[in-house]
């Protein structure tokens, strides 16, 4: 065993080498944005139960698009910013 890892220990290294940077570039970035999708859907979908629990509230924001009255920020860029900023926390 020990002849084998010492004959292709090239080998391993560049194995462990590619393995390393298939997770850090492909699969650790792919999971942030899961995630991140996922929490930014959920945080904007307790917005609109709370705004379903109160009357006053309803109005803003399902009818005009506007989230607690700001005018200027939609849904939309709420949730981009939410998103941009969950994928900053992760190191993205």
Not at 1 to 11: D, E, P, S, V
Not at 21 to 44: I, M, N, V
């Amino acid at each position: 065993m020990q002849k084998i890892l010492i004959k292709h220990r090239y080998l391993i290294i560049i194995l462990f080498l590619v393995a390393g940077l298939f997770y850090w570039f492909q699969l650790r970035p792919s999971w942030a944005k899961q995630d991140c999708t996922k929490s930014t859907g959920q945080f904007y979908s307790e917005s609109f139960q709370k705004a379903d629990a109160d009357p006053d509230r309803t109005g803003d924001v399902i009818n005009d698009g506007f989230i607690d009255g700001d005018v200027g920020e939609t849904i939309r860029d709420k949730m981009k910013i939410h998103y941009d900023y969950c994928l900053h926390g992760k190191g993205l």
